[in-house]
């Protein structure tokens, strides 16, 4: 079974850049799942930040897009976060999931963010 | 930008009752595109529906989802304690390619 591990500081100055790593266990990175981050505001709802594919294919949200950095080294099996100009806004609990996702002939079948890590708080002062 | 709605805000309720959950997209999302998560206090949110109406592995048959369009529900045919929690609906597809819901609040009256 696949364990996510978030890892990084916990605190950011503002202005700053957020650099948080996702330790992919109980298998391979090179699987077929999008890495993702997504994080969560104290109090608020779910905000998807981006995914990764092994190859090194990313999907961005729009709304973040000119910060954000996701990348992946097969390597250590694991993927990073890097979050540019921060303020606090991005005060959030980041977690780290992968998506199941299917393309047959073209069509894609998502079984959604089935694993998840236990979360990270990262704090902007 | 796909915006998800969901109704009611919390849903105070007892053991045993029956639960149903709203997720209203402001366009039209496919079926196969709709899920459902329920997130307790402190813990990651866990899957509990894809597709609009398969349960993930592992989650009990009490668990439902149903609609199609723009009309999606979670239902939870009689509580269990250990169902009272927040619950996210997820589109997938549209921009941004994933939208989560502001969720719902299941809380024990």
């Known amino acids: 079974q696949v364990q996510l591990q978030e890892s990084g500081p916990g605190l950011v100055k503002a202005s700053g850049t957020l650099s948080l790593t996702c330790a992919v266990s109980g298998g391979s990175i090179s699987s077929s799942k999008w890495w993702s981050w997504v994080r969560q505001p104290p109090g608020k709802g779910l905000e998807w930040i981006g995914s990764?594919?092994?190859?090194?294919?990313?999907n961005y949200n729009p709304s973040l897009k000119s910060r954000v950095i996701i990348s992946v080294d097969k390597s250590k099996n694991q993927f990073s976060l890097r979050l540019s100009s921060v303020t606090a806004a991005d005060t959030a609990v980041y977690y780290c999931a992968s998506a199941h996702i299917v393309v047959v002939t073209g069509h894609h079948y998502f079984y959604g963010m089935d694993v998840w890590g236990q979360g990270t708080t990262v704090t902007v002062s | 930008e796909i915006v998800l709605t969901q109704s009611p805000g919390t849903l105070s309720l007892s053991p045993g009752e029956r639960a149903t959950l709203s997720c209203r997209a402001s366009?039209?999302?496919?079926?196969?595109?709709l899920l459902w998560y329920q997130q307790k206090p402190g813990q990651a949110p866990r899957l509990l529906i894809y597709a609009a109406s398969s349960r993930a592995t592992g989650i009990p048959d009490r668990f439902s989802g149903s609609g199609s369009g723009t009309d999606f529900t979670l239902t939870i045919s009689s509580l269990e304690p250990e169902d009272f929690a927040v619950y996210y609906c997820?589109?997938?597809?549209?921009?941004?390619?994933?939208?989560f819901g502001q969720g719902t609040k299941v809380e024990i009256k």
């Open positions: 990764i594919y092994h190859s090194g294919s990313t």
């Open positions: 997820q589109q997938y597809g549209s921009s941004p390619l994933y939208t």
């Open positions: 366009q039209t999302v496919g079926s196969s595109y």
